[in-house]
């Protein structure tokens, strides 16, 4: 691992100002990615800032069918927030499976879809549920977030301090995990809006990090139901081949788990 | 009696508490230097220039050492002298150690190794069996042949005939705790070592040759092992040598331990090969004749390779009384890791071969496969003498076979039949997805192969408070050998447990020991222990005689008591006299396996003392729609002859059957065009995790006893239950038999998408 | 050159005070500075949990977290769990039910475990499978490691209900 500094920050616009300050900055949320990509070299801030005493940035709160989720809240706190478990099950659920309990109780939903990692799974539910992403400069539809694997909109010394969203009529993620990592090789979140239109959002299994499926989206604002999966054609163009599966079992995963995440 | 009661892992208080010590955990004396090994990222090419100005002048780093550097020997082979500690003029495979770094702390070593430059010119890298077959890359002049009987002119007569093939990959031992060694120098330039292995003579040996001292000066302990699967039989010598040069050049304690993606990228792991089978056989699925090549894809250098590819061959009858059977196995040089030993030995692999084989011909005739199996199964030992009895493919008799009633028993205490009625029900009233059960058996080969590794020594000490102290030239890696063998001791002294303790493997205790592997540990040094009892006792029993007026043959020890007519002392008191009367209270112990004799050329004689065997029913599920899989239940019966601990054995078996189903569905070892191992870390390599065992899991020991005069009459318990994970991947195949007319052609790892694929070729819409 | 950070941390009950690189992880804080080696380093990718410790009443691996992070937090090691001679009805249970073969991976196993019963207290099979999926063993195929955990949960419930 590089040397790097370290700074802790009482607030979101703190750690906006610090990061600002540093030369290459990195804001250390839960660290289950950053750290381990820090140990392998791939990463080399010159400062990490560690957000974890930022109160502002904590905490779900949900009001009639608004939920707003702060970007330090732990995928243990998603996964067991019983008021959100009853408005929007898919997340909580969603929140349940990622890693493991130890991983759960340091990862953040800020972290993960700051990272954009093309096969993280908040991503696809940020996606699908037509998020807006809040940070401590502006507010970003999920739709102009995520520009590609690790990449987003985020300006450099921008931080995310929540993520809102309207709860679904009905939504759902179907994963299939990669047994190793328990990453998505294939990971799909469906959700019916208020309006009756569907997205889907994809991810783990695009050469280019979660995106929204025309094709499945079509087929279920025409008609919730699994069996409207079947006549969808899910193309090869553009997904992963790599050593755990290939592009056309990542494409029978995508289907499968879009039927999957419709329950 | 105590040698067979269940009790707990010697250490199980120190491990429950964290307070046993593993090499990394040991306290390091003021100064101690720390290692790291820079590594070739080139598969196979010349070296140009080595450039270590930069990491010389790193701070911290206190010696840089290449191959030239070296002062003696530069290798940690295990025997063919052909696998320098640091590359000399040539790389290898991707991985292999350049250049050494002795720094002050750990990550100042690792780090210093990447500053670095290192030229090589690459050449065409062989990495699969295809490309050295093409190339005639191959360790031995070409291909040992094993034969019985005449199999070509068989087949002419034979009623029907299959060919196939089927790919099995590799295996990352994946020990929890990676390849670790602290060398500590002393007086008169001996060197003492701790070091993660299973064979610390190999240790001494090599660390002696690349000091150029005697082996007297080196003295190797070992305490434990957190893992050893085979990965530390050979593969601990690199860092061992490593330490003690560092620590002779410098002359400061050197410690060294690989990072886990560094053991993966570096260590030699199980052999993937590949094996085509041509066989004939009848109506009734007996098998007529047999042909099968194995290719086994060896690595860079030979290491263990050549015994694992024997013992592949010596066990591709597995179970089956083969007329007509020829083996031909291709040893291959690759530009990889060195394969080397993995639990089994080659017997895993050989073992699927021939069980693919009972599966593709059960299939065709659509039999039940158990049925199949059972056909073609030796004579059983209690059945009347056959006129001529049945020889292997290399000429042992076997004369001690079980699996007939062992069958019989496993089929119908899991219910068996029923249960495959009820299997065949489901999957017509399921369409998504589908289940198999599937049966093995196991018929596993004791013995090392290389003959005189049969042997072992102890040490046992008797001190004057009563207590005893065992050693002997096996290590503990998480099997329970210790415990073993302090229950052997309380057993042959009649002395309580509790007054017995096993001290750490030391070269200096007990010399010129063999690896704990090939299942041996409590079978040769059980034996070796017992002698040494045998000779203390036989001390005693005289001492009390004389003193007391009896016969030494009505004195009985037993349970810390020792009594003759009219006579009762404790173990402590006749301790104390012995000590008194000046009876020499320390014995050592020497055991040989008799009987064996092996031409591993010809491919005849006796290499086995005797085998172990088992039986394994397993259920899975599969998901159609995604090829995900799980294992609904397995049932074992397994025979250790009469258990030394039953509970330690049936733990062996349990995580026997998880490994080698780990082995065959989601272990899977993905190298690049260019030679990278791509599945480095747990990450990307997926061995077994708690939410993969069974749901259901039943377990039973055999009620028997070993036909040969092993420790009082047990069985070696450490490799054969590995095999029983083969059950899991023909309840796999057996699924996916499920779904269409054709043989689903499974192969190993049978992961999801494998899994997937199959199915689609046993719909016959394979693309 | 990055600024070495003053840290302070309670750990099993110690109060630790010391200067370390930002970079340091918890993992090497514990083992090279506090001699604390119950907890081991496996894989050091947060996959295998053989560095898993207790944080501020949550489970976590160390290898994974850096020291600086930990700053005022109160840790528990295996080591504060319960000594040789003093030992937690997870560790009885697990040394007397054979949940352990070479035990490299049983202080990480038993510190996850002590979390997953306060968790869940009774916590069925299928809760078990789920609750330890981050503590990886490579001896025992889980049998035991599971049915000790049962066993303790069925002591520990056994011994609240007595209490009560």
């Given at each position: 691992m590089y040397?790097?500094?370290?700074?802790?920050?009482?607030?979101?616009?703190?750690?906006?100002?610090?990061?600002?300050?540093?030369?290459?900055?990195?804001?250390?949320?839960?660290?289950?990615?950053?750290?381990?990509?820090?140990?392998?070299?791939?990463?080399?801030?010159?400062?990490?800032?560690?957000?974890?005493?930022?109160?502002?940035?904590?905490?779900?709160?949900?009001?009639?069918?608004?939920?707003?989720?702060?970007?330090?809240?732990?995928?243990?706190?998603?996964?067991?927030?019983?008021?959100?478990a009853a408005l929007c099950p898919s997340i909580c659920k969603l929140a349940a499976n990622i890693g493991d309990p130890a991983v759960r109780h340091r990862g953040t939903i800020g972290g993960s879809l700051a990272n954009n990692d093309p096969a993280a799974d908040y991503p696809a539910a940020a996606l699908a549920l037509n998020a807006r992403i809040h940070t401590t400069s502006r507010e970003i539809a999920a739709d102009d977030f995520f520009e590609g694997m690790f990449t987003t909109a985020l300006e450099d010394d921008e931080i995310i301090t929540a993520v809102s969203f309207t709860a679904p009529a009905k939504g759902g993620y179907g994963k299939f995990p990669n047994p190793a990592s328990r990453y998505a090789m294939a990971g799909v979140f469906v959700a019916k809006l208020a309006d009756g239109s569907a997205r889907v959002a994809v991810t783990g299994a695009g050469e280019d990090g979660v995106h929204r499926h025309d094709g499945l989206e079509a087929a279920l604002s025409a008609d919730w139901a699994a069996s409207a999966v079947d006549g969808v054609e899910i193309s090869l163009d553009g997904l992963l081949s790599d050593l755990h599966g290939n592009a056309a079992y990542r494409a029978n995963l995508v289907k499968v788990m879009a039927k999957r995440a419709l329950g | 009696m105590s040698a067979a009661a269940s009790l707990p892992h010697d250490a199980a208080r120190q491990h429950v508490s964290g307070s046993a010590r593993y090499v990394d955990d040991i306290p390091t004396p003021q100064g101690t230097l720390h290692l790291a090994f820079g590594l070739s990222s080139c598969a196979a090419g010349q070296i140009r220039s080595v450039d270590l100005s930069a990491v010389r002048a790193c701070p911290g780093v206190h010696l840089v050492l290449e191959a030239k550097d070296l002062p003696y020997a530069n290798d940690v082979s295990p025997s063919a002298h052909d696998e320098p500690l640091l590359a000399d003029g040539h790389v290898h495979y991707a991985g292999q150690p350049i250049f050494l770094v002795v720094a002050e702390s750990h990550h100042l070593a690792r780090r210093a190794t990447r500053l670095a430059k290192v030229e090589i010119t690459a050449e065409p890298a062989i990495l699969t069996i295809e490309q050295a077959l093409t190339a005639e890359s191959r360790f031995e002049d070409g291909p040992r042949i094993y034969t019985k009987g005449t199999p070509q002119s068989a087949m002419k007569g034979a009623i029907h005939r299959l060919q196939g093939q089927i790919n099995l990959g590799g295996q990352e031992h994946f020990y929890l705790e990676g390849q670790a060694a602290l060398a500590l120098p002393g007086d008169h330039g001996d060197m003492v070592i701790h070091s993660s292995t299973q064979h610390p003579t190999e240790i001494q040996h090599k660390v002696a040759e690349a000091l150029n001292i005697a082996q007297h000066a080196v003295r190797v302990e070992v305490r434990r092992m957190g893992g050893g699967f085979g990965g530390k039989e050979s593969q601990g010598n690199a860092l061992a040598v490593a330490c003690a040069l560092a620590a002779s050049f410098t002359g400061r304690p050197c410690k060294m331990r690989y990072d886990r993606d560094d053991d993966f990228i570096i260590t030699g792991k199980r052999h993937d090969c590949r094996i085509d089978y041509d066989v004939g056989f009848d109506d009734s699925g007996r098998v007529q004749t047999l042909e099968f090549a194995h290719?086994?894809?060896?690595?860079?250098?030979?290491?263990?390779?050549?015994?694992?590819?024997?013992?592949?061959?010596?066990?591709?009858?597995?179970?089956?009384?083969?007329?007509?059977?020829?083996?031909?196995?291709?040893?291959?040089?690759?530009?990889?890791?060195?394969?080397?030993?993995?639990?089994?030995?080659?017997?895993?692999?050989?073992?699927?071969?021939?069980?693919?084989?009972?599966?593709?011909?059960?299939?065709?005739?659509?039999?039940?496969?158990?049925?199949?199996?059972?056909?073609?199964?030796?004579?059983?030992?209690?059945?009347?003498?056959?006129?001529?009895?049945?020889?292997?493919?290399?000429?042992?008799?076997?004369?001690?076979?079980?699996?007939?009633?062992?069958?019989?028993?496993?089929?119908?205490?899991?219910?068996?039949?029923?249960?495959?009625?009820?299997?065949?029900?489901?999957?017509?009233?399921?369409?998504?997805?589908?289940?198999?059960?599937?049966?093995?058996?196991?018929?596993?080969?004791?013995?090392?192969?290389?003959?005189?590794?049969?042997?072992?020594?102890?040490?046992?000490?008797?001190?004057?408070?009563?207590s005893v102290l065992i050693n002997h030239g096996g290590t503990e890696m998480g099997q329970g050998l210790f415990q073993k063998l302090t229950q052997v001791a309380a057993r042959s002294l009649g002395a309580q447990q509790a007054v017995i303790r096993a001290s750490a493997t030391d070269t200096s205790k007990v010399p010129n020991t063999s690896a704990t592997a090939a299942s041996s540990g409590a079978d040769l040094n059980g034996m070796a222990v017992q002698a040494a009892c045998d000779t203390l006792i036989g001390r005693l029993k005289d001492h009390v005689a004389a003193q007391h007026g009896v016969k030494p043959e009505e004195i009985t020890f037993a349970e810390g008591q020792v009594t003759a007519p009219g006579l009762v002392l404790t173990w402590q008191e006749v301790i104390a006299s012995a000590y008194e009367a000046r009876i020499s209270l320390s014995a050592t112990g020497f055991y040989k396996t008799p009987e064996i004799a092996w031409d591993r050329i010809k491919g005849a004689g006796q290499p086995f003392l005797y085998f172990a065997y088992g039986a394994a029913v397993t259920e899975v599920v599969i998901d159609t729609l995604t090829g995900e899989n799980r294992i609904l239940r397995c049932d074992i019966l397994h025979d250790c002859g009469a258990s030394l601990n039953p509970a330690l054995d049936v733990g062996q078996i349990e995580g026997g059957f998880v490994q080698g189903a780990g082995w065959l569905t989601t272990e899977e070892l993905v190298w690049d065009a260019s030679g990278q191992l791509k599945t480095h870390a747990p990450s990307t390599y997926k061995i077994p995790a708690c939410s993969d065992r069974p749901e259901i899991f039943n377990v039973d020991l055999w009620p028997g006893q070993n036909a040969q005069k092993t420790i009082y009459r047990s069985k070696a318990v450490g490799e054969p239950p590995?095999?029983?994970?083969?059950?899991?991947?023909?309840?796999?195949?057996?699924?996916?038999?499920?779904?269409?007319?054709?043989?689903?052609?499974?192969?190993?790892?049978?992961?999801?998408?494998?899994?997937?694929?199959?199915?689609?070729?046993?719909?016959?819409?394979?693309? | 050159m990055s600024k070495k950070k003053h840290v302070t941390l309670n750990v099993n009950g110690k109060t630790e005070e010391f200067l370390a690189e930002p970079r340091e992880l918890l993992i090497y804080t514990l083992r090279e500075r506090l001699n604390i080696t119950g907890p081991h380093i496996g894989c050091e990718t947060s996959h295998c949990g053989a560095c898993t410790v207790t944080i501020d009443g949550k489970s976590v691996k160390s290898c994974t977290m850096f020291a600086v992070q930990a700053e005022g937090a109160e840790i528990t090691t295996i080591e504060g769990i319960g000594g040789p001679d003093n030992l937690h009805p997870l560790q009885e249970a697990f040394k007397e039910h054979h949940g352990l073969q070479c035990g490299y991976c049983t202080p990480g196993m038993i510190t996850r475990a002590t979390k997953l019963l306060e968790e869940i207290p009774n916590p069925t099979e299928a809760e078990i499978r789920f609750g330890m999926a981050g503590n990886l063993c490579r001896c025992t195929g889980y049998q035991n490691i599971v049915k000790s955990i049962q066993a303790a949960a069925a002591q520990m419930s056994a011994a609240k209900e007595a209490a009560e």
């Open positions: 040397e790097t500094n370290f700074h802790k920050a009482a607030t979101a616009q703190e750690a906006a100002a610090l990061l600002n300050r540093s030369e290459d900055g990195k804001i250390l949320a839960g660290g289950q990615t950053l750290i381990p990509t820090m140990k392998q070299r791939l990463a080399d801030p010159t400062d990490v800032i560690d957000v974890s005493a930022a109160a502002d940035l904590r905490g779900i709160t949900i009001a009639g069918d608004q939920v707003t989720i702060g970007a330090m809240t732990t995928h243990a706190e998603v996964a067991g927030h019983a008021a959100l | 290719y086994f894809r060896c690595g860079w250098a030979l290491d263990l390779s050549l015994p694992v590819a024997d013992r592949a061959m010596l066990h591709a009858d597995n179970a089956y009384d083969l007329p007509h059977v020829k083996i031909t196995s291709h040893r291959l040089k690759t530009n990889t890791q060195s394969a080397t030993a993995f639990r089994g030995f080659g017997g895993p692999q050989g073992m699927v071969g021939i069980e693919r084989v009972m599966d593709h011909i059960a299939h065709s005739l659509s039999c039940d496969p158990a049925e199949v199996r059972r056909r073609n199964y030796y004579p059983e030992m209690s059945s009347k003498p056959a006129a001529r009895p049945s020889v292997t493919p290399y000429q042992m008799e076997v004369t001690d076979f079980i699996l007939g009633d062992m069958t019989e028993s496993l089929l119908q205490r899991c219910d068996y039949h029923a249960r495959k009625v009820e299997v065949a029900r489901w999957n017509a009233s399921h369409a998504l997805l589908k289940r198999g059960i599937a049966f093995s058996p196991v018929k596993f080969g004791i013995s090392f192969t290389l003959t005189h590794l049969n042997q072992a020594g102890a040490l046992v000490q008797i001190y004057t408070d009563g590995f095999m029983h994970g083969i059950s899991a991947f023909l309840a796999l195949s057996n699924a996916v038999a499920a779904c269409g007319p054709h043989y689903p052609d499974l192969q190993a790892p049978a992961n999801s998408e494998e899994v997937f694929n199959a199915v689609a070729r046993a719909r016959g819409s394979a693309s | -």
